[in-house]
């Protein structure tokens, strides 16, 4: 699964080190294994035959956050994530998946029977928990901070075809797990605003999980029936854009599925067709004059850049923007406001301590901003930063989120 390309392109790392010191893993380790420099040379060595593929060198390979910030600095143009991404495809051929991996994996996938898992899931979280003085922790996340399950998922509680009279627009919109499962308020806020902004909006009711967290883990067979699947079920010639709320599954549509499918040996016209009308919610929302509309919210936000969202697709100004159009919403730019949050999909159970370093400074970051919303448009950094804040009376919040309660006054 490594292409000629980056094989070839793995001679191109000058050993420089310009992109260790901005590694958040590398910042916490002072190892060089722990940077990126060093995880590129150990694959270049095992590439070249000098080294065994080792169960210690699994472990490295893991240690990192997949944050791309590496693959930005790199003045020889490295693709350092693609690289370990292709990487860990090889190890987990080897050595197989972890068990608790695994079983996520197998419930989004539907080898599993979701419903089952999700009416306990439920039972336990939104009922018996509450009852409990419980003190444990998943990785770095209290169990009491964990969010609270959907009664229903959010796309059996809404109509496949959401029509508005004289549409001036018509959506595909992609919800991903955690609107589906966790969070169908942000999904309610995103439809409810695209049908005020005079938007049609289509659901796909088949949508299934992007894929990417089980791709990112180096189980690409695993992933590839959902994506060709969604790839099917989303490039549609009949409306303008397919928006999407959750900065991981856009890198997925738009960016990744295209050269997964390659390395697969797949088709890849289709999944490249769909990638050019994939846009994140804060851009397509920025084509629309929403100022006008907004009602005043008092407080203060700041904002959180998920990996996701900033590296893998290239948003930036967009949600800054449109949180800058709240009346009367003071918005506040924390430092190192695009340093990873420290979450990383399942990195913050598999190496809690390195990550809960991480956090902290990105708590610390916000607490100086004294901000009473923090916004971010991935729910992984959102778990991440909710769990780890210790003052109460932040709210963590999706874009969206705001700008609906801005609309509704
Ligand atoms: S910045 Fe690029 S060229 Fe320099 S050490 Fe890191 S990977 Fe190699
Ligand atoms: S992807 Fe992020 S965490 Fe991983 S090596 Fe690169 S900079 Fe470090």
């Known amino acids: 699964m490594i292409s000629k390309n980056l094989r070839e392109e793995v001679h191109n790392c000058i050993k420089c080190g310009i992109c260790l010191t901005p590694c958040p893993v590398y910042k916490q380790r002072l190892v060089e294994v722990a940077s990126p420099r060093g995880k590129v040379q150990l694959i270049r060595n095992i590439m070249e035959g000098n080294l065994e593929l080792s169960e210690n060198f699994v472990r490295i390979l893991f240690t990192c956050l997949l944050c791309e910030t590496c693959t930005v600095n790199c ?3 490295l693709k350092v994530d693609q690289l370990m991404k292709a990487m860990r495809v090889k190890v987990i051929e080897k050595f197989g998946l972890p068990g608790k991996k695994k079983f996520l994996f197998e419930l989004l996938t539907g080898k599993r029977l979701l419903p089952f898992y999700l ?40 109509p496949e075809v959401i029509s508005v ?56 067979k695993m992933a590839l029936p959902n994506i060709l699947k969604n790839v099917a079920l989303f490039n549609r010639w009949d409306v303008d854009v397919v928006v999407v709320e959750c900065a991981t599954c856009g890198a997925a549509l738009k960016k990744e599925y295209p050269h997964f499918l390659k390395e697969m040996g797949e088709k890849t016209e289709e999944a490249m067709a769909l990638s050019q009308k994939v846009l994140d919610i804060s851009q397509y929302l920025m084509k629309f004059d929403l100022g006008k509309m907004l009602k005043p919210i008092k407080g203060k936000v700041t904002y959180h850049d998920p990996c996701h969202l900033l590296r893998s697709q290239g948003v930036k100004d967009e949600p800054r923007a449109l949180l800058r159009q709240i009346p009367e919403l003071d918005f506040v730019e924390m430092a190192e406001a695009d340093v990873c949050c420290g979450g990383g999909g399942t990195f913050q159970w598999e190496h809690p301590r390195i990550s809960e370093n991480i956090t902290a400074q990105k708590i610390e970051s916000i607490e100086k901003t004294k901000a009473n919303f923090v916004a971010t448009g991935c729910p992984g950094c959102r778990l991440q930063i909710f769990g780890n804040l210790k003052k109460d009376g932040v709210e963590v919040i999706h874009p969206v989120q705001l700008i609906f309660r801005s609309l509704s006054g």
Do not use: H
């Open 75 to 77: 003045p020889s143009g």
């Open 119 to 158: 009416f306990w899931g439920r039972v336990l979280r939104n009922n018996l928990l509450p009852l409990f003085p419980v003190k444990g922790k998943v990785g770095t996340i209290p169990l009491k901070k964990f969010p609270r399950l959907n009664r229903q998922p959010f796309l059996k509680k809404i």
């Open 165 to 220: 009279p004289e549409p001036k627009g018509r959506v595909l919109y992609f919800t991903g797990c955690a609107t589906n499962y966790l969070d169908g308020e942000i999904g309610r806020a995103t439809i409810e605003i695209l049908v005020r902004l005079g938007v049609e909006v289509i659901v796909p009711k088949d949508q299934m999980c992007c894929g990417l967290p089980i791709f990112l883990a180096g189980a690409p």
